[in-house]
Every structure is written in C-alpha cells, then in structure tokens.
C-alpha cells in the first residue's frame, strides 16, 4: 500500500502536464509533481536506494520535506486561486503563503544542516529528533503542514455555498475531507514518535499506528486526487452524453433530409443520400448543423417542399436546432 499514494500522484502528475505552463492552472501541476516526489522517496526502499546518490547522511530526507512543503503551499495556491474571489484578500493570502513557505523552508533547511544524520535511517525524525536541530526539521515542517491542511479545508467549506455546479461541490467537499485526513495522518506520525520513546517500534500500538498512517495517506491522497479530477471527468461525461444525443438525432433526421434536400443539389454540399452510417461521423455536431440549415434553406426555397415537413419531422427538426443552440448557449457562459 506504501506505494499507492506515488502512484496515484504520479498518473495526476501525467494528467495535469497540459495546464504545465497555464498561469492559472499551473499550481497544480506544481503541487502534484512535488508531492508526487516526495511521496516516493518517503516508501523506505526508495529512501534507501536514493540516498546513497544524493551523498549519504539522509539528504534525500531533506530533499523529502522541502518537495512535500512546497507541494502543500502550491496545493494551497491553487485553492486560492480557484476558490477566493476578491483580488486583495486573494493577494493577501497568496502573500503570506508565500512568505510562510520561504520561512519553514528556511527552517526545516537550517535544522537539517545543524544536526549530525550520518547513518542512513528513513525514520529520520524518531532516529535523530533528539537533537535541536532536527527537532526543529520535524516541528516546522508539521506545523506548516498541517496549517496548510486546514486552511484549505476551511477555503473549501467557506466556498461551497456559492458553487453552482454539483461537480465543483463534489470536488471541494472531497478535498477538504482529504486534507484532513492528510492532517490527521500527521497527527499519526507525531503519536508513533511519542509511542516508539515508550515503548519501543515493536510495540502493538506502533504497529497499528504504522497501519492507519499508510491506510489513511493512501486515502488522502486518492480523495484529493478524485477531487481534482472530478470537475473535469464531470464536463468529459456531460460532453459524452450530448455527442451520444447528436448522434441520435443525426439518424432521426437522416431520413428527412434525404426527402427534402436531397434533390436540391445547388443547396447541399453532399450530392448523396445520407446513409444510416451518419450515425458514425467524426463531426457529428458539424454533420447535424449543417444539415439543418440545409433543410431549412430548401424549405425557405420552394413552397412545394415545405409540404413534405410534417407535425412530426418539424419536431424533430426543432428539437434538434433546440439543442445545439443551449448547447452554443452553454459555451458562452463558461
């Protein structure tokens, strides 16, 4: 299980690559690779194998924390960003995120480096936490952490009064359980350090605490994650659903356009009857709006083939300029 949360932040990572460069949506991109990182070199054969090349004495623990800080407060901007409408209470916030990173990175940096780590150990924090510095690696670098988790939390239940759209609801409402669940895995890990003091790594209660800290990042992260994703699977589907409906209302008026455009070659583009394969076009939408005003110019042509629209082939017609155009309607709003 140790590897799912990598894993997941990874195949996030692959997804959000086209809004890399996006100014706005950026941040995320910035947040998932970062944690993406750092949740790898956090599974402990990885920690292992990476350290060694990195120098030794537990660097890429250090590497580790700055990856998963600066994720957090990215995490944190895009939420902003998404959330917070007022351009000065937004700026302010993003300012003091920013100023607070600087701060803790500074810190968790200044910490690591005053303390001796020479054995590598992935329980860096309980293995060394008795030194001033890295006790202040470890509190920094949680107290930021879990910061950061709440506040998005809060962004995220501040905001959901004001969300239309179902999907962003759905979405905020999973990341803000997921981070804080995220916090409460830190509260885990503070516990398990406390615990392996008294009474040992071997002990019941560090082994269960060990089991609910991978069990509960496991689930942070994929909460996380599907909010993240859920907005745009949810305009994905909502597309899917429209195309599957044009489509079906492609085959209806295939058999009316070959009745009333059809023998109209000097009005149509396609000198061929329609043929129920119309329903398989790669335009569909562009098939059925040009087909439409296709039976309306040869209407508008001759009186005599106005005769041949019936109730029911004017209803379907309707229907389908109907539809296109709340769906043209719909593009404008967005």
Not at 58 to 82: D, E, K, P, Y
Not at 281 to 309: F, G, K, N, W, Y
Request: proline fraction near 4%; hydrophobic fraction near 50%.
């Amino acid at each position: 299980m140790e590897y799912v949360p990598a894993a997941t932040l990874w195949v996030l990572t692959i997804l959000r690559l086209p809004a890399a460069l996006d100014p706005h949506r950026g941040s995320v991109f910035r947040a998932t690779i970062l944690a993406a990182i750092a949740c790898t070199l956090y599974v402990p054969a990885v920690y292992y194998a990476v350290d060694p090349l990195l120098g030794g004495q537990n660097h890429v623990g250090l590497v580790t924390l700055l990856s998963l800080l600066l994720g957090f407060w990215q995490f944190r901007t895009a939420i902003l960003l998404a959330a917070v409408e007022g351009i000065e209470a937004r700026r302010h916030r993003l300012s003091f995120g920013r100023w607070a990173a600087v701060t803790v990175c500074s810190a968790v940096t200044a910490g690591f480096l005053t303390s001796r780590a020479d054995a590598t150990d992935s329980n860096l924090p309980l293995t060394y936490g008795d030194q001033p510095g890295m006790a202040v690696f470890l509190w920094s670098g949680s107290a930021f952490i879990m910061w950061i988790c709440l506040d998005i939390a809060r962004v995220c239940h501040d905001n959901l009064p004001s969300m239309r759209a179902p999907a962003f609801r759905s979405a905020f409402v999973l990341i803000a359980i997921g981070c804080i669940l995220f916090a409460l895995v830190l509260v885990d890990r503070l516990v398990y350090g406390v615990v392996t003091k008294i009474d040992g790594a071997a002990s019941p209660s560090a082994a269960v605490l060990t089991v609910l800290y991978w069990v509960g990042e496991t689930f942070a992260v994929l909460l996380v994650s599907i909010g993240l994703l859920l907005p745009r699977l949810a305009g994905h589907l909502k597309h899917g659903r429209f195309l599957l409906h044009v489509r079906l209302l492609l085959l209806e008026i295939r058999p009316i356009w070959n009745r009333v455009a059809f023998t109209h070659h000097d009005l149509i583009l396609e000198k061929r009857r329609a043929s129920a394969l119309i329903i398989l076009s790669p335009h569909a939408e562009t098939q059925l709006h040009r087909r439409l005003v296709e039976i309306r110019d040869c209407e508008m042509a001759s009186l005599a083939t106005s005769a041949h629209l019936d109730a029911h082939d004017r209803s379907i017609v309707e229907r389908a300029e109907f539809s296109l155009e709340r769906r043209s309607g719909a593009r404008l709003t967005t």
